[in-house]
T-cell receptor
């Protein structure tokens, strides 16, 4: 079945540091890929997505590129802020399925 | 703009008690789903619905029931609570179109003692 493997952390960075969160997936066909973010005490919200190979999703300074050859969708940000402290989830869906398959999530803490 | 509303936000149950977690959305989304979030496990799908009158099981359905009598509401029922059901529960909804964003409620933190 479909699955997502991501860095689990927790990770602590200083403000303005570079961030990479690795995410790889296993799926048949051509899944759509997502990064969701969960700020403290809140539900998840979509950060960015990519629906086909070589697509780049971007939002709030974060980027991720759909790499079919390496089945990866790594999240990057060049300079993190304290407000980026949150839990980050990589996820996929297959076709029109309702079933979002999540990775285990990674907690990021950014210190001033 | 309410989005997805879950109630209650916190609940403590005794083993064997039953309860219903409420979920309502005002975006006319066809798809709704329930997840549980446990440390080190990510989010796991409990039940989902593709429209009113249609429900199906997800990855971890045992001990939970759902129904979907209207487009807006998708309650989750715990039939006889067990300590293993201590978790944070999230309801989500999205449009039927592929690859659309899922909107999540703020969650219900349930403790079963």
């Amino acid at each position: 079945g479909n699955s997502v493997t991501q860095m689990e952390g927790p990770v602590t960075l200083s403000e303005e540091a570079f961030l990479t969160i690795n995410c790889t997936y296993t799926a048949t066909g051509y899944p759509s890929l997502f990064w969701y973010v969960q700020y403290p005490g809140e539900g998840l919200q979509l950060l960015l997505k990519a629906t086909k190979a070589d697509d780049k999703g971007s939002n709030k300074g974060f980027e991720a590129t759909y790499r079919k050859e390496t089945t990866s969708f790594h999240l990057e940000k060049g300079s993190v802020q304290v407000s980026d402290s949150a839990v980050y989830f990589c996820a996929l869906t297959q076709g029109g399925s309702e079933k979002l398959v999540f990775g285990k999530g990674m907690k990021l803490t950014v210190n001033p | 703009n309410a989005g997805v509303t879950q109630t209650p936000k916190f609940q403590v149950l005794k083993t064997g008690q039953s309860m219903t977690l409420q979920c309502a959305q005002d975006m006319n989304h066809e798809y709704m789903s329930w997840y549980r979030q446990d440390p080190g496990m990510g989010l796991r799908l409990i039940h989902y619905s593709v429209g009113a009158g249609i429900t199906d099981q997800g990855e971890v359905p045992n001990g939970y029931n759902v129904s979907r009598s209207t487009t807006e509401d998708f309650p989750l029922r715990l039939l006889s609570a067990a300590p293993s059901q201590t978790s944070v529960y999230f309801c989500a909804s999205r449009l039927r179109e592929p690859n659309t964003e899922a909107f999540f409620g703020q969650g219900t933190r349930l403790t079963v003692v």
